[in-house]
């Protein structure tokens, strides 16, 4: 069950919260500075190795640690979610690009799909690495690795995206929009050109429970599609395979004979 997280503002007395540090004798332990956010849902607490949110009901369980040693200071935005996103140079450690937002910013899907973060939020990729591309509500953005800029200076919208994934040779971007609407609008994958975001080829896919995209050595895109039987009370899986390296890039068709086997997993 979930953590009622305003709980204190059902108090019967309409009591406050408020932290007191006297010496050494603390009833929740921390190494240093305590920090309530904006609105009174979470109370941040210091230690060596990061910091720790507490909150909740009257016994105020701990919610949540962040490991980052010798924090000096934090901060918690007015809507108490944020993500902020570091990428470093490893070897010299220096900062290359950070991004900030609220959670719903990298919150993949619309109303009526499948809402959720699509980990790794950015993933690497084109010929040799040069950009690197992520993910956030409704936009993929690709970025070049050289200066860390946004690629034409613009992001490829694209509703409702969900999922994408690089060709491991070539800078084409496959991308996943699951239905939508009460299954009116069917699912869609798409092969998308780098930097020019072009658009190769396209599939509409109907009565899909789930899909996933994966590729060898680049010559195929093999999308496993999770379909619904027509009465809906199982799923049966198929394949679509893109033949990248031909002409128009024609997808064929594969299907078991007996659609009451089952596949865990492909490669």
């Known amino acids: 069950m979930q953590e009622n997280l305003q709980h204190w503002l059902t108090d019967e ?3 406050d919260q408020f932290v007191i540090r006297a010496g050494s004798d603390t009833e929740f332990w921390t190494e240093s500075f305590v920090q309530w956010s904006p609105l009174g849902t979470y109370l941040a607490t210091v230690h060596r190795q990061g910091a720790q949110l507490w909150g909740g009901a009257s016994t105020f369980n701990r919610l ?3 490991a980052h040693p010798q924090v000096i200071s934090t901060s918690h935005k007015c809507g108490e979610f944020l993500v902020v996103i570091n990428i470093f140079n ?8 950070d991004f900030k937002g609220n959670a719903d910013d990298f919150t993949v899907g619309g109303t009526g799909s499948v809402t959720g973060v699509s980990w790794p939020i950015f993933r690497w990729g084109g010929k040799d690495d040069k950009c690197f591309v992520m993910i956030e509500k409704n936009v993929i953005s690709i970025y070049e690795t ?11 919208k694209v509703e409702n995206v969900v999922d994408f994934s690089w060709s491991p040779i070539d800078p084409i971007l496959s991308l996943h929009v699951p239905e939508l609407g009460g299954r009116n609008q069917p699912a869609r994958v798409s092969l998308v050109q780098i930097p020019g975001k072009e658009e190769l080829r396209w599939k509409n ?3 899909v429970s789930d899909c996933k ?3 060898s050595n680049g010559d195929y895109l093999a999308v496993k ?20 390296k031909e002409r128009d890039i024609p997808i064929e ?5 007996n659609k009451n086997d089952k596949i865990i997993d492909f490669a």
Not at 228 to 242: A, N, P, R, V, W
């Open 13 to 15: 007395k309409a009591r």
């Open 64 to 66: 949540m640690r962040y």
């Open 90 to 97: 490893a070897r010299m450690g220096k900062l290359m690009r």
């Open 146 to 156: 050289e200066t860390f800029s946004l690629v034409d200076k613009k992001s490829l």
């Open 205 to 207: 896919l109907f009565s």
């Open 213 to 215: 995209m994966y590729r």
């Open 225 to 244: 599609v999770d379909r619904y039987t027509k009465i809906k009370k199982s799923t049966y899986t198929g394949f679509e395979l893109f033949r990248i």
């Open 253 to 257: 068709v594969l299907e078991l004979d």
